[in-house]
């Protein structure tokens, strides 16, 4: 997730451009059921405006989609 991030952003850390979208604002934390257990407090990374979300889960999802089938 941070190379998703950082390539949503354009920029790394502390790097001065102009072209830059967002800003990152830090970690949430998700808990997350799989098929091979759950994960508590996955580290999901922030951005001030909102405009990040991961490729790996949608916004609010607490359950792998396989888990459900």
Do not use: H
Not at 12 to 37: A, H, M, P, Q, W
Not at 42 to 61: E, N, S
């Amino acid at each position: 997730m941070k190379a998703e991030v950082m390539g949503y952003l354009k920029a790394s850390y502390y790097e001065r451009i102009g072209v830059r979208v967002d800003y990152r604002n830090g970690y949430r934390y998700r808990d997350l059921c799989t098929k091979f257990g759950y994960i508590r407090r996955l580290r999901v990374p922030r951005t001030k405006r909102c405009g990040y979300q991961p490729g790996v889960f949608k916004r609010y999802q607490r359950r792998w989609m396989q888990v459900n089938q």
